[in-house]
């Protein structure tokens, strides 16, 4: 044969076999178990369809008795993992504040870097981020606006910073299901877009508040409009539930990270070891004291060691250091929390199949009848706002969300005004907490707190008022579709957004503001720049010089991630930075007698 390959080599298919490869794989039906399925005409959001139903009708009384039995025993393991996903979360943030509260403190010490806004906001992400609670971000927040450390308008970029920090627990939640496409695409399209709507509405609000201190200001005419008492502290449902099981793991002090701004001394550990005295009742924790109160330090030398009464948890009375504690309990409770989040997912996947999992998702995603449909939204930020309310953290409410997604449970359209009403909630959480301060911080407490909740309503009328300017949907599920296809850019976004670009902007901040402008003013020019020129490439191409009507002039790992890909994919062979796409229609083409037939050897 003249034409037969030397060696007997099989050649690579063409990119018209893999043509054919997709429009067999659509007619044999089997689109939903390939990886990348949307990108083959599928609806990542949709659920597979009931099979064999009507066989329901004839199974006898001890099959349906083992179903019942079957089904009970899913909800409590499914309740069970909530509950422990949840102590994990806690449990999580207890170790984020070990590792990082003294590094917090230092951080909000130099006053000459949160003078500046851009500075503030990033120092509001990094302290977020290292201690995985806004509360205790708050608080720190308070208590240096009320020793006079800092003003209320150096403030506002740190409660901006706050607000951008929280939805990072969403993202680390969203990573546990990477290990299937299409619910890593729902899951991260989810965490995605708070991250999304907290930056777009930071980008709009900095400037205008650099400018015209319009939040600080809006706070003060609503304290003048108020006569201010102090209350009493907010229900928390959610804490009740899980101290049982988390201060028998560890106990923290949080007024020691708060001791260690507004003052120098930095080096009493934050593990609380003595939880009362003799001839009093001993306290389990410091929550009873309020969110922004300063609590009786426990681990004072003030009473003799006989007359202390040691706390009940693993680490009551140890000599390990913060550190290590924090790394221990970091290991453990990113293992629980993975572990509880698979076995979430499982039994979603389990109980929400076919019918069910349609009705439910119906009843979820279900919208008021015409011409009242545009009120579904606003019901569901309400519902957002009081289930925050009701748990007491927005962290614990988002993350949550993120595996219902990832299931298909809840659509995206839905999920985005859930999340907006998650920041109205914990907002309000901390309006209520602030009344419960003492006097000399009541006003200042409130005022940040009202500053904080202004900016999340502000976002919701940037953001959502406009169906037009819902921008946050369409980007998050553009970067949905980019992280299903490249699972590593979900790992690249995290860091990035959440990390290395907060380090930089720090970094050029301690070299001052002109160096700051110098550098990061070009460099966002030329990224809003970029962005212009690709909308105008897809809409309107005819505006631009024919050089810039296409990026192929370009290099090709400057307009591509396919090189980078493939460096990533050298580097970490794993399914979960793998792309299956297109492995899964190379190994088709050898097995498919139509493309072997087509194939000219």
Not at 207 to 228: D, H, I, K, M, V
Not at 313 to 318: E, M, R, Y
Not at 452 to 475: C, K, M
Not at 591 to 598: K, L, T
């Amino acid at each position: 044969m003249p034409n037969s390959l030397a060696g007997g080599q099989v050649p690579n298919p063409t990119l018209d076999a893999f043509d054919l490869v997709d429009r067999s794989l659509r007619n044999a039906g089997t689109s939903g178990s390939i990886p990348g399925s949307e990108e083959r005409g599928t609806d990542p959001w949709t659920f597979s369809p009931l099979k064999n139903t009507d066989q329901m009708k004839e199974v006898g009384m001890a099959s349906r008795l083992r179903r019942v039995v079957s089904s009970f025993l899913k909800a409590c393991g499914l309740l069970g993992s909530l509950y422990f996903f949840i102590c994990s979360l806690d449990i999580l943030s207890s170790a984020f504040q070990l590792l990082g509260s003294k590094m917090a403190g230092d951080i909000f010490k130099d006053n000459v870097v949160l003078s500046n806004p851009v500075s503030g906001l990033v120092i509001g992400v990094l302290v977020t981020v290292l201690v995985q609670s806004s509360s205790t971000s708050s608080s720190i927040v308070v208590s240096m606006v009320a020793s006079k450390l800092l003003t209320v308008q150096v403030s506002v970029p740190i409660i901006m910073g706050v607000n951008v920090g929280t939805s990072i627990t969403s993202t680390l939640v969203s990573m546990a299901q990477s290990g299937d496409r299409d619910e890593f695409q729902r899951a991260f399209s989810g965490s995605a877009v708070h991250g999304i709507f907290n930056w777009l509405t930071v980008l709009v609000l900095l400037p205008l508040e650099s400018a015209t201190a319009a939040l600080e200001r809006l706070s003060e005419l609503a304290l003048g409009a108020a006569s201010l008492q102090p209350g009493q502290q907010a229900p928390d449902i959610l804490k009740a539930l899980t101290r049982p099981f988390t201060h028998l793991i560890i106990q923290l002090d949080s007024s020691v990270i708060t001791s260690g701004v507004t003052s120098n001394t930095t080096n009493s550990s934050l593990i609380k070891h003595w939880c009362g005295f003799r001839g009093e009742t001993p306290q389990g924790s410091s929550e009873g004291c309020g969110l922004f109160n300063s609590c009786t330090e426990r681990n004072s030398s003030a009473y003799p060691e006989e007359d202390r009464l040691l706390c009940h948890h693993l680490f009551a009375g140890s000599k390990l250091t913060d550190l290590a504690v924090g790394f221990i309990l970091l290991a453990g409770s990113l293992l629980v929390l993975c572990v509880c989040l698979v076995l979430i997912v499982k039994l979603l996947n389990s109980v929400l199949k076919g019918r069910i999992a349609q009705a439910v998702k119906t009843v979820i995603n279900a919208d008021f009848p015409f011409p009242f449909g545009w009120l579904s939204g606003y019901l569901a930020i309400l519902v957002g706002a009081g289930l925050t309310f009701l748990l007491q953290s927005s962290s614990v409410f988002t993350a949550a969300i993120v595996p219902l997604m990832g299931v298909g449970v809840i659509d995206l359209e839905r999920a985005y005004p859930l999340f907006l009403g998650s920041n109205i909630g914990t907002t309000t959480t901390a309006l209520l907490a602030a009344l419960a301060s003492p006097a000399d911080m009541l006003i200042f407490a409130v005022q940040v707190a009202l500053i904080h909740f202004f900016f999340n309503l502000a976002g919701i009328l940037l953001w959502y008022l406009v169906p037009v300017l819902r921008l946050p949907i369409p980007l998050a599920k553009r970067f949905g579709n980019l992280t299903a296809q490249y699972r590593w850019v979900a790992i690249v976004y995290l860091l990035f957004t959440f990390l290395l670009l907060p380090l930089a902007a720090f970094g050029l901040s301690l070299a001052g503001g002109v160096v700051l402008a110098a550098v990061g003013g070009p460099l966002v020019g030329l990224v809003l720049l970029i962005i212009l020129v690709n909308v105008l490439q897809q809409h309107r191409p005819s505006w631009l010089p024919r050089c810039l009507q296409s990026w192929a002039w370009l290099p090709l790992w400057l307009h591509s991630l396919e090189p980078w890909d493939r460096l990533v994919t050298a580097c970490c062979p794993c399914r979960a930075c793998s792309n299956s796409h297109m492995s899964s229609k190379v190994a088709h083409c050898y097995e498919n007698p139509q493309v072997i037939a087509s194939q000219q050897l």
